[in-house]
């Protein structure tokens, strides 16, 4: 076990999982410590490194895409502060913190965890239910339906309607942006049949962000929201119609020996993470065999 403590927050690799718990210090953001301490199997990293600096270095977790609806909802916009998978070092742990990373850059070398993207989540998000007031609204999710309230700073166009509930089962996505300059942030839930193009500030489906404190939580949302929603990757596997010979020349290629030989690694770590059962693995691993 490799275990790493700082103002900024502890560490902890027992071998097959990274617990990651914010710091109490009073720099530790809002952001973070709302969110609580992660969990993040071996099996969701692509990599670790660590940098030094003069007075302090800095650990960086990089997950595999797809893996994390957080990081898939906030879209690499998070400020450096609210980004869970960093951890600040003092200079004086600079050896632990590389201790730390060969332990965990061994784990990955020994399992033999790929870097490439994944096709369904393997974080499971924000905890639910979750509330957040900011910018002009309040949003708050249950797990099935999210909740839009408005405050006296809403638009009268956006607001005359009364408050909102839209059912995951009718959305389409989420979108979570922080203001920036001059331009205002917003959350914006896509409902199915029902696009708009209307300004956060008029969307009644969108809480409009102006950059203040609590804006960043709103992203809390969002990544809840997401993991509820289709994977990312089930949209780009829905292909097209395609002519005779280039659905023959599809299946060629999916049946080829190497392409089974990666299903059969991705089921094992599907199951080894707990998302297949033993039946479901066992079941799985049968057909792949069959098609080789």
Known sequence: MAEIIQKDGTWIFDGDALRLTPGRDKNVGLFRRTLGELVVPLGALAGVSFEQGRRSGRLRLRLRDGADPLLHATGGRLAESDDPYQLAVESDRYGVAEYFVDEVRGALLLDEVPADPVAEYLLPGPAVPLSVSAGDGTASFDGERVRLEWNWKTEDAKSAAGARTLAVTDLVGVEWRPSAGLENGYIRFSVRSAPTKAPPKYDPNSVELWGFKK?????????????????????????????????????????????QLRRLRELGELHRDGVLTDEEFAMAKQAVLKRM
């Open 215 to 259: 804006d960043p939580l709103m992203a809390l949302v969002a990544a809840a929201v997401q993991a509820r929603l289709p994977h990312p990757a089930a949209e780009t596997a829905v292909r097209p119609e395609q002519p005779e010979p280039a659905r023959q020349s599809t299946a060629a290629a999916e049946d080829s020996h190497d392409a």
